[in-house]
């Protein structure tokens, strides 16, 4: 048995199969923690070449086992209840227990690269990319609406709800749900995405009210510009609007989740953790 902060840890991470999702299943996987990864498409890291690039491995459950720990990867649709729910059992018996949830699961994705049927080219360069949301708050289509609340608020609670049993059967635990700064404040425009991730908000601080007695820490991080594949390069927005001058990086997001997943967090729940550099306007 290995002397690090998590071993004997089961953690699980939805969204894990690229982006930050994979960043925090290695930070997890790093910390001795056995990992778990659902995700509706575990090869999405394929899709932007950045993420690609970074992959020493066939698949981010691979690359965690390479740094000693036990894997396992459901690919499944969070925005089902009932798939969700069989899928989180699923992990539990597997894995033999649940300690840590990080519902990462999201974004402002309307129309995943994998349901594009044309095989359409985009973005001039080989791939066929994610389409993200274009509506705004006078105007947002139904489907834009619908999607966007789905895969963001609707899938953190029901992955919270079907973890709930067993963080509790665990002793405890550590829920780190995702929101972003365009949750804390409107003025980033990106709608509806930005509604979706302050319900989150309020979700995280009702249920770290409710499992407080069970010893379950609840907590949201707020990503602000942080580069992944998906939202691609945006320095020079971030050299305009953030203190520190750059955008931010996975391994930024993930010094957070380490915080908010061991025992330094011990007395914080119900809270939600800014990561963006100082944003200014
Ligand atoms: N990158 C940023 O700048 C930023 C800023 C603020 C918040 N966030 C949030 O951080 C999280 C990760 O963002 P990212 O940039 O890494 O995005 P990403 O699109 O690269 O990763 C999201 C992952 O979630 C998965 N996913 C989406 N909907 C799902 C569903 N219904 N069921 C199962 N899996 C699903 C996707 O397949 C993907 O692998 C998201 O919740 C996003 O809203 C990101």
Redesign the pocket.
């Known amino acids: 048995m290995s002397d690090k902060k998590l071993s004997g840890k089961v953690a699980l991470v939805?969204?894990?199969?690229?982006?930050?999702?994979?960043?925090y299943a290695l930070r997890l996987a790093s910390l001795g923690a056995d990992v778990a990864i659902?995700?509706?498409?575990l090869r999405?890291?394929e899709v932007?070449e950045f993420?690609r690039a970074q992959l020493t491995a066939d698949t981010v459950m691979a690359e965690c086992e390479a740094l000693g720990v036990r894997a396992m990867g459901l690919e499944?649709?969070?925005?089902d209840r009932a798939a969700t729910e069989a899928a989180i059992n699923q992990v539990a018996q597997q894995m033999g227990r649940l300690d840590i949830l990080v519902a990462?699961?999201?974004?402002?994705?309307v129309v995943?690269a994998d349901e594009k049927q044309n095989g359409e080219k985009q973005g001039g360069g080989n791939n066929v990319l994610?389409d993200v949301t274009t509506g705004t708050p006078s105007n947002t289509s139904e489907e834009m609406l619908n999607r966007v609340m789905?895969?963001?608020i609707r899938?953190c609670m029901y992955t919270c709800m079907a973890a709930t049993p067993h963080l509790k059967a665990a002793g405890g635990g550590k829920i780190v749900t995702?929101?972003?700064?365009?949750g804390v404040d409107a003025r980033g425009g990106y709608h509806p995405?930005g509604l979706s991730?302050a319900a989150i908000i309020h979700y995280t601080r009702s249920l770290a009210q409710e499992l407080g007695e069970f010893n379950i820490t609840v907590n949201a991080i707020?990503?602000?510009?942080?580069?992944?594949?998906?939202?691609g390069d945006?320095t020079e927005r971030a050299e305009e609007v953030v203190a520190l001058k750059r955008q931010?990086t996975?391994e930024d997001?993930c010094g957070v989740v380490e915080f908010l997943t061991t025992d330094l967090s011990a007395y914080v729940t119900g809270r939600v953790i800014l990561i963006d550099g100082g944003m200014i306007h």
């Open positions: 939805t969204g894990g199969a690229r982006g930050l999702g994979r960043g659902i995700d509706r498409n999405g890291a932007y993420e499944v649709d969070l925005t990462n699961a999201g974004g402002g994705t995943f994610d789905d895969i963001n899938t995702v929101s972003s700064t365009a995405y991730k707020a990503p602000g510009i942080i580069r992944t594949g998906r939202l945006r931010g996975i997001c």
